[in-house]
């Protein structure tokens, strides 16, 4: 199966509720990917962030993730 097939594939089991949220994260993902450069400041100010979420227990590991995902979409 294609990575095409297999993203439709997806689509086609979600929700309207999840497929709002997959939009977002869509829409976050290419707002947040311009052409800017960061400067060291901003990426250690992401780098405390992200480090705070994963204190705070707002992180997965991405194997586990992966997981969940696969289970719930039959792949």
């Given at each position: ?16 509720d ?48 992966l ?9």
């Amino acid at each position: 199966m294609s990575t095409l097939d297999t993203t439709v594939s997806m689509i086609q089991k979600c929700t309207e509720d999840e497929l709002q949220v997959v939009q977002q994260v869509i829409r976050q993902f290419f707002l947040n990917r311009g052409p800017h450069t960061t400067t060291k400041k901003q990426f250690l100010e992401e780098l405390q962030i992200s480090r705070g979420q994963h204190q705070s227990g707002q992180s997965q590991e991405a194997g586990e993730a992966l997981a969940e995902l696969r289970a719930k979409y039959g792949l």
